[in-house]
């Protein structure tokens, strides 16, 4: 019972059809570089708060701490403000 290969026909194996690749890629939003402003402004808030504590450890209680807080956040709050605005601005 010997069977006869030779008479069928051989193909090479077919590669996967692949999708072809759009020819335009969708473009995806401009990257910002640089620190955000908010990251500056709390990193100054942090700066401003250690140099109190540190000037009230050295010097005694001179200044009003609620007072000093109040006007620290505020300051804050009108940077980042100020900030969002010149960025709405800038796009």
């Known amino acids: 019972m010997s069977e006869d ?3 069928r026909e051989q193909h090479p194996p077919q590669p996967p059809s692949t999708p ?3 020819s335009h890629p969708a473009e995806s ?5 640089g620190p955000r402003v908010g990251t500056i402004v ?3 808030v ?3 708060m250690g140099v109190f ?3 009230v450890a050295f010097f005694g ?3 009003d701490a609620q007072l000093a807080l109040i006007a620290i956040l505020s300051i804050a709050g009108i940077g980042m403000l100020v900030g ?6 800038r796009n």
């Open 42 to 44: 709390w990193g100054l």
């Open 5 to 7: 290969y030779s008479s």
């Open 29 to 33: 939003p401009p990257v910002t570089a």
């Open 61 to 63: 209680d001179f200044l």
């Open 84 to 89: 969002a605005v010149a960025q709405l601005r």
């Open 46 to 48: 942090l700066l401003i």
């Open 53 to 55: 504590v540190m000037s």
């Open 20 to 22: 072809e690749p759009a």
